[in-house]
Each structure stands twice: as structure tokens, then as C-alpha cells.
């Protein structure tokens, strides 16, 4: 197989199921990746910013106390 940056020959190196190549001409290494994205849940700004304040000033709100329409909104 030739490398597809210089053409030179590409060197194989297996590590269980796993196979990389690197061109020994120019350095270039090919290795597969997956570009899938894992979903995560989501975060609502509230949390965040629960997280945030937690993080940042050591302030947890209470959630007992928290009215919606409140200045704490």
C-alpha cells in the first residue's frame, strides 16, 4: 500500500484487533477512527446553572424554597 501524502511504502503495525500504518517516507500515520457520536443527555440551563454557581461560589440552591416567578429565576 502506498501513503496518500508522498506515496512511499506504508510500514503495518497490529495491536490485537487493531491495525495502523505508517509511511516510512514522510512520518504519515493512518489510523482508523470512528466518527460516531455518542448521545449524551441533555442539561437544562437551570442545572447548568445550579453547576455553575456550585463550581464557581460554592452556592447550591435550594430547591424546597425555589418559587417559579421569582427573582430567583
Known amino acids: 500500500m502506498a501513503c ?3 506515496g512511499g511504502s506504508m510500514a503495518e503495525f497490529e495491536l490485537g484487533e487493531n491495525v495502523s500504518r ?3 517516507e514522510c512520518g504519515f ?5 470512528s466518527h460516531v457520536r455518542e448521545e ?6 437551570e442545572d447548568a446553572i445550579d453547576r455553575f454557581n456550585a463550581r464557581q461560589y460554592g452556592v ?3 430547591v424546597t424554597t425555589h418559587r417559579p416567578g ?3 429565576d
Not at 500515520?29 to 477512527?33: E, F, G, Y
Not at 449524551?40 to 440551563?45: A, K
Open 4 to 6: 496518500v501524502r508522498c
Open 22 to 24: 505508517r509511511c516510512e
Open 60 to 62: 447550591k440552591r435550594d
Open 29 to 33: 500515520v493512518d489510523v482508523p477512527v
Open 70 to 72: 421569582t427573582a430567583d
Open 40 to 45: 449524551s443527555p441533555r442539561e437544562s440551563w
